[in-house]
T-cell receptor, first 112, second 115 residues
């Protein structure tokens, strides 16, 4: 089955700096890659996603890139703010199935 | 348009008791997924259901765990004879359709504590 690895597990950045989280996946049939943000005591919230026919997608301060050949994708957060502090999860899904496989998560701390 | 509703938010059970977790999907969503999250860990897939059908239960433990999504009413995740290792946050998510690349919408979770 699909296996998703996520790095780093923790990331501490100064407010205003950029944060980058990287994920790799194992199944070349995967073609949908969402990112979720989970705040303490809450459920994961979808923040951005990318499909395999696109190499990059941007939404304000958040961007995601996808390299299908290398089977890795990344989340970039620019101009970080304290409210960006949370746990971020990447995930992957095959076209033929509906199960999302999640990475292990990255705890991001933005220091004011 | 209410989101995915899970209840209860917190559930305490003694070892050997049964736990029943409920999930009402978003309006218009007919697909429900259950995930388990152990403390400081990621989300592990348990089961995927459509109305009256279990589509994929590859992540469900072989014993004590069951799930249903009846024609009427919420989806239920049932854990019989709970043990301490079942303590976790259980999240339900829903999506509008099959075979489409749509993100899930997650509920706020049920935090199960077994004492």
């Amino acid at each position: 089955g699909e296996n998703v690895e996520q790095h780093p597990s923790t990331l501490s950045v100064q407010e205003g700096d950029s944060a980058v989280i990287k994920c790799t996946y194992s199944d070349s049939a995967s073609n949908y890659f969402p990112w979720y943000k989970q705040e303490l005591g809450k459920g994961p919230q979808l923040i951005i996603d990318i499909r395999s026919n696109v190499g990059e997608k941007k939404d304000q301060r958040i961007a995601v890139t996808l390299n299908k050949t290398a089977k890795h994708f990344s989340l970039h957060i620019t101009e970080t703010q304290p409210e960006d502090s949370a746990v971020y999860f990447c995930a992957a899904r095959k076209a033929a199935g509906n199960k999302l496989t999640f990475g292990g998560g990255t705890r991001v701390l933005v220091k004011p | 348009n209410a989101g995915v509703m899970q209840n209860p938010r917190h559930l305490v059970r003694r070892r050997g008791q049964e736990a029943r977790l409920r999930c009402s999907p978003m309006k218009g969503h007919s697909h429900v997924y259950w995930y388990r999250q152990l403390p400081e860990e990621g989300l592990k897939f348990m089961v995927y259901l459509q109305k009256e059908n279990i589509i994929d239960e590859s992540g469900m433990p072989k014993e004590r765990f069951s799930a249903e999504f009846p024609k009427e009413g919420p989806s239920i995740l049932r854990i019989q004879q709970v043990v301490r290792g079942d303590s976790a946050a259980y999240f339900c998510a829903s999506s509008p359709r099959d075979r489409g690349n749509y993100g899930y919408t997650f509920g706020s979770g049920t935090r199960l504590t077994v004492v």
